[in-house]
């Protein structure tokens, strides 16, 4: 990796988000990468200068045949002199990542408690939210949410350059992807997951108080390795910056402090929990605990109190597309209009490399269920219960609008069971080019429902002969 590649990079992170970056990675970008490589590779005088800071630390620097360099946006990159691929990280070569003992806020917080806190007077709605996406969105890295093989045979990871390789590591209690490059290699420590495993987990460390993403993620389909979407095949980059709209999505609280993928640690709450879409909850709180026996309750929003669209731009937060936020991340309340805070989608991002999640705020607006009745994402979705793949209580929330099956135009069909499965023929999965995830084994789409609920006579058929996807 390189200087070039590096800002680019940020940038467009910074823009679209996970999956929607992999679809920058084009082959002009490899042949851009290789110039700038050379260029790097006849900028050798700056190597001697490198190395001298790197003699003042002890351990495994990488010998002497590497080209080192500190380039703009204090990242190292580390390269052979005749060779393409790199590495990339934001520590300095033969140090380990730090995290800062600096822990002092930058902002007051609003009021955001955490989940644990509702647990005493909301038990029920506090247990069966656990098992959520929403709330495995993101967590702590431990034996119990990181998934994949860390024992030999299934832990490495080879790319398609021999030179360059990674193991998943556990030592412990602690997880690490340690990077071999040439006869070069060093740990990265893996701290946070990102993702319930439906499709992926990737994984996120802290150095000093800036957030970065591992080279290599795990995929839940066949539990393999990959590089992580986006992530050239053949590099080992460790230096990719989480920015704060990637975390307004997956996190419920955090400390930004102020630039690119600077955060206090320790503040983070993280998955998507009760305060993303009932508002911080402090007040809510202390009143409540200094007052058992008030039996209304204070300080807290119900959604289902809202008229209509606010309800629905509670979740547009992160299901509207590849919206960009007005101001500061966090600011959204519910009962705020979402334009408020966010711009609207854009919509040839969308096309060409949206976020990694369709939009279906809009997709749903287009139906006509959602047209000739008050509809809102709760018709469908409880979202204090994991429902996922539940596809018969699915269909039972189709019937509370549409009396019998036989309201079906299509009913009845030789073969088909129309009360558990509405929603193959009528919000099929599609996988689209916007959804890539890259890797040496191939390209993965994975497929969301579209929920643009209409007659498909396409996916009718694909349902009938068996193959549900549309790709
Ligand atoms: C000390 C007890 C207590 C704690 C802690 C508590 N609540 Fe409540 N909450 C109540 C009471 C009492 C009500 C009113 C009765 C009811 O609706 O259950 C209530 C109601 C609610 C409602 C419905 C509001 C309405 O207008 O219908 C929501 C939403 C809510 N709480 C969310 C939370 C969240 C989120 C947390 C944790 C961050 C939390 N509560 C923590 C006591 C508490
Ligand atoms: C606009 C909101 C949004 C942004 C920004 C965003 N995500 Fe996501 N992400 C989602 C949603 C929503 C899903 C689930 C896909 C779906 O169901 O629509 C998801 C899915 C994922 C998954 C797979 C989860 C699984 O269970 O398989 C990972 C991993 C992930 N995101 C990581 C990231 C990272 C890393 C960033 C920042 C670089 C990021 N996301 C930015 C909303 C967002
Ligand atoms: C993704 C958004 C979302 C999350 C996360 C969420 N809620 Fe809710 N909650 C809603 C919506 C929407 C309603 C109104 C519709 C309904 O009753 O389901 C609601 C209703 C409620 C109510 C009042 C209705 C009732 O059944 O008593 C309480 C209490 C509540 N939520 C507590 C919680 C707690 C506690 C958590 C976290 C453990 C939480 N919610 C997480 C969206 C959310
Ligand atoms: C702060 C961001 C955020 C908000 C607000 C939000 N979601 Fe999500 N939602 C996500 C992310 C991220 C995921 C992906 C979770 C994963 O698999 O890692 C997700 C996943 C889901 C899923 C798939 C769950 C599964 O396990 O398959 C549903 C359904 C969903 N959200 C519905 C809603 C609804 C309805 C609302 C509004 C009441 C809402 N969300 C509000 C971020 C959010
Ligand atoms: C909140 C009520 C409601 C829910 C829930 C609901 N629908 Fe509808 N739906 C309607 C209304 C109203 C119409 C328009 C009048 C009609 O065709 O019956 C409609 C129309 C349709 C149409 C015809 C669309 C067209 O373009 O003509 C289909 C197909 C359909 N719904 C399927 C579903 C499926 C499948 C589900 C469950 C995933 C579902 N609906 C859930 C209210 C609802
Ligand atoms: C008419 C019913 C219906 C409505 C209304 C609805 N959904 Fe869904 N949604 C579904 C079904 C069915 C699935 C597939 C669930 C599964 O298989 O786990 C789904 C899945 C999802 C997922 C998981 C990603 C995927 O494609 O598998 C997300 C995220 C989601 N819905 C968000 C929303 C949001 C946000 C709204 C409101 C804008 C909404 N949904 C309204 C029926 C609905
Ligand atoms: C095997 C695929 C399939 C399944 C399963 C299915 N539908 Fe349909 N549905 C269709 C087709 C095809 C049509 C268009 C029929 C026509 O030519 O009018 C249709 C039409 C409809 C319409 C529009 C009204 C009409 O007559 O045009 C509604 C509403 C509807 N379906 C609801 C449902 C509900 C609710 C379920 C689940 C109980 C369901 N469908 C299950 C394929 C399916």
Redesign the pocket.
């Known amino acids: 990796m390189n200087y070039k590649r590096g800002i680019v990079f940020v940038v467009i992170v910074a823009v679209v988000g996970w999956f929607g970056y992999s679809m920058m990675q084009t082959k002009r970008d490899d042949d851009r990468f290789r110039d700038l490589v050379k260029s790097q590779q006849q900028r050798k005088s700056s190597e001697a200068e490198s190395s001298a800071l790197l003699e003042a630390t002890k351990v495994t620097a990488p010998p002497s045949d590497m080209l080192v360099n500190l380039i703009p946006g204090n990242v190292w990159f580390v390269g052979k002199y005749e060779d393409g691929g790199g590495v990339e990280i934001p520590f300095r070569p033969g140090e380990s990542p730090q995290k800062t003992d600096d822990i002092t806020p930058h902002h007051e917080n609003p009021g955001f408690?955490?989940?644990e806190?509702?647990q005493?007077?909301?038990r029920e709605k506090y247990q069966s939210f656990l098992a959520t996406g929403h709330y495995k969105t993101c967590r702590p890295v431990n034996e119990l949410t990181i998934d994949g093989i860390f024992d030999s045979g299934g832990n490495r990871f080879q790319t398609s350059d021999p030179n360059v390789s990674f193991e998943m590591i556990q030592q412990g209690d602690e997880f690490l992807q340690r990077a071999h490059f040439f006869d070069w290699s060093f740990d990265v420590p893996m701290e946070i997951i990102m993702g319930s495993s439906k499709m992926a987990q990737t994984y996120l460390y802290w150095h000093r108080d800036g957030l970065y993403q591992h080279n290599v993620t795990h995929i839940t389909d066949g539990d393999q390795w990959i590089n992580s979407p986006g992530y050239i095949d053949g590099d080992a980059a460790y230096a990719r910056p989480i920015p704060q709209r990637c975390l307004d999505c997956h996190m419920t609280y955090f400390d930004f402090r102020g630039e690119k993928n600077h955060y206090t640690p320790g503040s983070l709450i993280m998955g998507v929990t009760?305060?993303r879409c009932?508002g911080p909850?402090k007040d809510?709180?202390d009143f409540?605990?200094d007052n058992?026996d008030?039996?209304?309750?204070v300080g807290?929003?119900?959604p289902a109190?809202l008229e209509r669209q606010l309800q629905m731009d509670i979740c547009g937060q992160c299901h509207g597309g590849s919206r960009e936020l007005k101001g500061d991340a966090l600011s959204f309340r519910p009962g705020d209009p979402l334009e408020e805070h966010y711009y609207p989608p854009d919509e040839e991002a969308d096309a060409k490399n949206s976020v990694h999640t369709s939009n279906q705020l809009n997709r749903l607006s287009q139906s006509e269920c959602f047209r000739q009745s008050q509809m809102t994402c709760i018709d469908c979705h409880d979202p204090h219960h994991n429902e996922r793949g539940n596809e018969v209580l699915f269909s039972s929330r189709c019937m509370n609008c549409h009396e019998s099956e036989s309201d079906c135009g299509y009913y009845p069909h030789e073969g088909v069971n129309f009360a558990e499965n509405c929603v193959d023929c009528h919000m099929p999965r599609r996988s689209t080019e916007k959804l890539r995830l890259e890797s040496v084994q191939g390209d993965v789409f994975p497929p969301l429902r579209d929920h643009y609920i209409r007659v498909d006579q396409a996916a009718t058929e694909r349902f009938l002969n068996g193959s549900e996807d549309d790709d």
């Open positions: 408690v955490g989940p806190q509702c005493e007077c909301h009760c305060e009932h909850a809510h709180v409540h605990r058992r008030a039996l209304e309750a807290i929003t119900n109190e």
